[in-house]
């Protein structure tokens, strides 16, 4: 038998997510609200004097958690999204796998518990004590009448986290704490509007799904506006002329959102209003 000669090996190259796909993810990972939770960390990093290494680190857990509860919110849907045919979740469209997008929010979620205790154990927990809730609203709390409380206990333990890191590991002051889960509750309300029907007739009776359409909306403006207020006067001293001139500013948006405009309005005034509290929070820290 004639010997035969082996060519060159071709180099090795790494699989390639296709273009589609990795579109999918993107749109599944909740990119919005992940993309100002993450700003928000970054900001209060800034402003409590957070070091640029811990800082880095904590923002990078808060990314990587904000893109795992994501995946697992549209993962979690996707019986509920296709039964209702929402075609602009990438799941139902067909951007996406399944598959791809549980196993993206068990990596995200791997990554998230790594970097949040390299920061250390205290501030790791708390962190990850907030994802945990998260996680919990997607796979069970969002059904019940304690859906909201997710969304304050996550939101309210992040000002935690990050202070956590300062030396002496001091806690945020209460009026901060009180502040967030203010917010994130506001935000619940906000973002469920939308989608009560749809979720009713899937058997999703959340707290805002049982109270309608009319009573959540008032209630995320109330919520939101209440954590302008915390920010605005919780802090010792007197009211600056700017802070009260941001409460007045933030009002409108706030009250907006608890009005009975429709769609994604309610959602994205919360957002706006979390950047005027954001304005004003720096302002306070400095």
């Not at 990119?31 to 680190?57: E, I, S, Y």
């Not at 518990?113 to 069970?140: E, I, K």
Request: net charge positive.
């Amino acid at each position: 038998m004639p010997a035969t000669t082996a060519g060159p090996r071709p180099p090795r190259t790494r699989p390639r997510i296709p273009a589609p796909a990795a579109a999918g993810l993107l749109g599944a990972c909740h990119p919005l609200p992940a993309a100002a939770v993450t700003l928000f960390t970054a900001a209060l990093a800034a402003a409590v004097g957070r070091a640029l290494p811990g800082a880095a680190v904590t923002v990078a857990a808060v990314a990587a958690g904000q893109l795992s509860v994501g995946w697992c919110n549209d993962r979690a849907d996707l019986r509920r999204d296709l039964a209702t045919g929402r075609t602009d979740k990438p799941l139902v469209a067909g951007t996406v796998s399944p598959r791809a997008v549980a196993a993206a929010a068990i990596g995200a979620l791997l990554l998230c518990v790594t970097l949040s205790l390299a920061g250390g154990l205290l501030a790791g927990a708390v962190h990850l004590t907030g994802v945990a809730a998260a996680w919990a609203y997607n796979l069970r709390l969002k059904a019940t009448a304690a859906s909201w409380l997710p969304y304050a206990l996550a939101f309210g333990l992040l000002p935690a986290y990050v202070t956590l890191g300062l030396p002496g590991a001091p806690w945020p002051p209460p009026w901060l704490t009180a502040a967030a889960a203010l917010l994130g509750a506001g935000a619940h309300f906000a973002n469920v509007l939308p989608d009560i029907e749809d979720d009713l007739a899937t058997g999703v009776a959340g707290l805002p799904q049982r109270l309608g359409v009319r009573r959540s909306a008032a209630l995320a403006g109330l919520l939101v506006l209440g954590s302008t207020a915390a920010l605005v006067l919780g802090p010792p001293g007197p009211v600056s002329p700017y802070g009260w001139a941001l409460l007045a500013v933030t009002a409108t948006p706030a009250l907006l959102a608890g009005g009975r405009l429709g769609g994604r309005f309610p959602f994205r005034a919360t957002l706006a209003v979390a950047a005027a509290d954001v304005a004003l929070l720096l302002a306070e820290l400095r």
